[in-house]
């Protein structure tokens, strides 16, 4: 079965920086599609970051120019790098990987919380 598996949460202060990655297996990664969600609590589910199979990009406005989403093909993994990290990005993070079309099925991470605080 598909499998993802994220990294990289923790704690960090406020203007600081952490990087998530995504492992994944199972799926042929080249030509999926790969998210990153969001969940803070008591929100709704949010899409923070895409990056498709052919490296295009698209940000929430909420964390553009502040991260970064990239994609390495070769070890079927996806990062997240997340600077200027501000108190209102605590949030329980989720990578997705999405099956091209027709199917477009998403399969899910099981998270990695971020907490910012001072």
């Known amino acids: 079965q598909v499998q993802l598996v994220e990294s990289g949460g923790g704690l960090a202060q406020p203007g600081g920086s952490l990087t998530l990655s995504c492992a994944t297996s199972?799926?042929?990664?080249?030509?999926?599609?790969m998210h990153w969600y969001r969940q803070a609590p008591g929100k709704q589910r949010e899409l923070v970051a895409t990056i498709t199979s052919d490296g295009s990009t698209n940000y929430a406005d909420s964390v553009k120019g502040r991260f970064t989403i990239s994609r390495d093909n070769a070890k079927s993994t996806v990062n997240l790098q997340m600077n200027s990290l501000e108190p209102e990005d605590t949030a329980v993070y989720y990578c997705?990987?999405?099956?091209?079309?027709?199917?477009?099925?998403?399969?899910w991470g099981q998270g990695t919380q971020v907490t910012v605080s001072s």
């Open positions: 997705c990987s999405q099956q091209p079309p027709p199917g477009s099925t998403l399969y």
């Open positions: 199972r799926i042929i990664f080249s030509i999926y599609a």
